[in-house]
């Protein structure tokens, strides 16, 4: 059998809010059976990769922390590898704090290496301030991820996208961004299991975020509509996934265990009417 690992967006795919999407329990117990990796990824910066793992128990999904990798993680350690034992000033909470310190990097609040954004309830006028004028001083611009809005219970709230986008506006600099879709983030979560790009199945519930970033590093790719996305979207975008499923549990066994990409067979349909079957060629 080919070796397979999955990564998994969180919000949308394992659960929306509190409470967890139908069939998930059961296709996390055929990724055991099958002795099948998956890592959870998120682009939200807010929790740390603990307080993430106490969530996914609580709602009743085992986890450990090496089965979550968060944006703040990867851009954490991309900083790390820049610049070592660097400075930043933080627009964010305590998940994106914890993952600087975890890689050698001071919060401070004068002359900062970078200034670094993410997600976050608490910010005020003063701190967007602050960060314009630390920018201006020379400080580098780096964003968790470019995600203008973050789904809520009660609704959309703006996220670490907009908070960036009104820094950018006023210095004229642009960030760099590390998360999803970056292959930044894209090739740590892949070396995190240990796998070879071929290897790789990309679920998500976002075609600019979760399903882009698939594409662009070589992952095969499942889109599931149990989130915000519909299929009356997907003719918006010049790219597509290799699948479509209602959720992830819709994703059939022959198709996770099949070759995939490139064999002779190409992408199985799934048994589901609302899956797309979609045959890529290499090129």
């Given at each position: 059998m080919k070796q397979v690992g999955f990564l998994l967006d969180m919000d949308g795919v394992i659960y929306r809010g509190d409470q967890l999407i139908e069939g998930t329990i059961t296709?996390?117990?055929r990724l055991r059976a099958l002795s099948l990796p998956y890592l959870f990824l998120t682009n939200n910066s807010q929790r740390a990769r603990r307080d993430i793992v106490a969530k996914l128990r609580r709602l009743g999904l085992p986890a450990d922390d090496h089965q979550v990798f968060t944006c703040a993680m990867a851009t954490?350690?991309?900083l790390a590898g820049q610049r070592p034992c660097g400075t930043a000033f933080v627009l964010g909470e305590n998940g994106l704090a914890n993952a600087l310190h975890v890689n050698g990097y001071s919060v401070v609040d004068s002359d900062p290496d970078y200034v670094v954004v993410g997600e976050g309830r608490t910010f005020t006028f003063e701190m967007i301030e602050k960060a314009v004028r630390l920018v201006e001083k020379g400080a580098k611009l780096i964003a968790t991820n470019m995600d203008t809005t973050c789904p809520t219970d009660q609704g959309l709230r703006p996220?670490?996208?907009?908070?960036?986008?009104?820094?950018?506006?006023?210095?004229?600099?642009?960030a760099f961004s590390v998360g999803k879709p970056s292959p930044v983030m894209m090739r740590m979560a892949r070396k995190e299991?240990?796998?070879?790009?071929?290897?790789?199945?990309?679920v998500g519930d976002t075609m600019y975020t979760d399903i882009l970033g698939g594409v662009q590093l070589?992952?095969?790719?499942?889109?599931?509509?149990?989130g915000h996305t519909t299929e009356e979207d997907l003719k918006s975008y010049a790219y597509q996934p290799d699948l479509i499923v209602p959720c992830a549990n819709e994703i059939p066994t022959d198709w996770i265990l099949g070759e995939g990409r490139g064999?002779?067979?190409g992408i199985r349909a799934a048994a589901s009417p609302l899956a797309l079957h979609a045959e890529v060629a290499e090129v």
């Open positions: 296709f996390l117990e954490a350690r991309f996220g670490c996208g907009a908070i960036v986008a009104m820094i950018e506006k006023a210095t004229g600099v642009e299991m240990g796998l070879a790009t071929d290897e790789v199945v990309m070589g992952y095969r790719t499942v889109l599931v509509l149990s064999s002779s067979d």
